[in-house]
């Protein structure tokens, strides 16, 4: 469980008069880098195990950069089902007594703290799911709302920005390992399938892509 220590970005209200504030820049949404490591494909079935996500910010020139990581290990719920193929993928040891698991509401207030106070920061409305196969890691976060009725959510519940396409349209490569390689990023593939590094270099192949799109010279509209 780790929170990198990122200062603070300027606030909206601070912001350059040329460079357009989070709060615009995405209809109101902040983009959140999520990974979810689980015991199977099923959202609905299979347990949630690992949770990481960073809210991006905006650095002095108006370009994305991630933020503050916050991360947990999630206890499986009760009733949800654990594929050991999918232990055998991710390298997670659910007995380990140094994992530190969280129940799973407690995992996800852990997450969802930490994005509501950056969707707060940068005067956002809610936060919108970045993710590598993007649907995959909201169908477990869904899932696991659902499962602890939590009333919190912030995030957007269907609309994601997914780096497969993003990084099928840039480069031609839509494996997170080869899409990083191809953004001139390094890829440790001994970390891989742990939440916090996927969600680290998920974050860093966004980035390099939306910065590299032209600028935007005005203002978009906000959230409906």
Not at 21 to 46: A, K
Not at 67 to 90: F, N, Y
Request: glycine residues 6%; hydrophobic residues 45%; proline residues 7%.
């Amino acid at each position: 469980m780790s929170e990198a220590a990122v200062p603070a970005p300027a606030s909206a209200a601070d912001a350059a008069p040329s460079q357009i504030p989070m709060s615009r820049r995405f209809r109101g949404f902040l983009p959140v880098v999520v990974d979810v490591e689980t015991g199977g494909f099923e959202s609905r079935r299979h347990a949630l195990l690992e949770i990481a996500a960073i809210p991006l910010n905006l650095d002095d020139e108006g370009n994305l950069v991630p933020g503050a990581s916050v991360h947990t290990h999630v206890e499986p719920a009760d009733g949800t089902h654990i594929d050991p193929q999918s232990l055998e993928v991710t390298g997670i040891d659910i007995h380990h007594p140094f994992r530190f698991a969280k129940p799973e509401r407690e995992a996800l207030e852990h997450i969802f703290n930490h994005v509501r106070n950056a969707v707060r920061h940068h005067e956002c409305q809610r936060a919108i799911l970045v993710g590598h196969n993007a649907h995959f890691d909201l169908g477990f976060i869904n899932a696991a709302v659902a499962r602890t009725q939590h009333k919190r959510n912030p995030f957007h519940p269907f609309s994601v920005f997914d780096t497969v396409t993003l990084a099928g349209v840039a480069y031609g490569q839509t494996v997170l390992a080869r899409a990083v390689q191809a953004a001139g990023l390094q890829w440790d593939q001994t970390q891989a399938h742990s939440a916090l590094y996927d969600t680290t270099l998920t974050a860093q192949l966004f980035c390099r892509i939306a910065n590299a799109w032209p600028k935007m010279q005005a203002p978009a509209t906000s959230a409906d």
